[in-house]
């Protein structure tokens, strides 16, 4: 995913318009490759991807994906969120790790709003 989309499946996710500037899901914040914007983007989306996914009241296979892709992007969320991470994760590994949430967060989220959710 570029920068555009990874803005765009944050933007969806969040229940914002795309392409608002100097939010978290701004195409910028993603090019820069700083590890603790892509802290802030995830920790402002997963409380609201965790909300939504309460309300999937099914026992499937994919809800146990959804439930554990949301821990997975929890655990890169402290992980980028930790201070000595600037210095550990490179900028082209940045922009791999916001690609890498990005897809998960949309794939969760077409199928919540699929479900109604």
Known sequence: MNAVDVEHAFASALGISEGQRNDVNDADYVRSGKPKHLATALAKVLPRLKQRATSLNESTQMKQWIDNSLD??????????????TNEISQSACLELWSLSAISIRLIDIYMIERGS
Do not use: C, I, K, T
């Not at 997975?72 to 991470?85: I, K, M």
């Open 72 to 85: 997975d992007l929890e655990g890169v969320q402290r992980a980028v969120a930790h201070p000595a991470s």
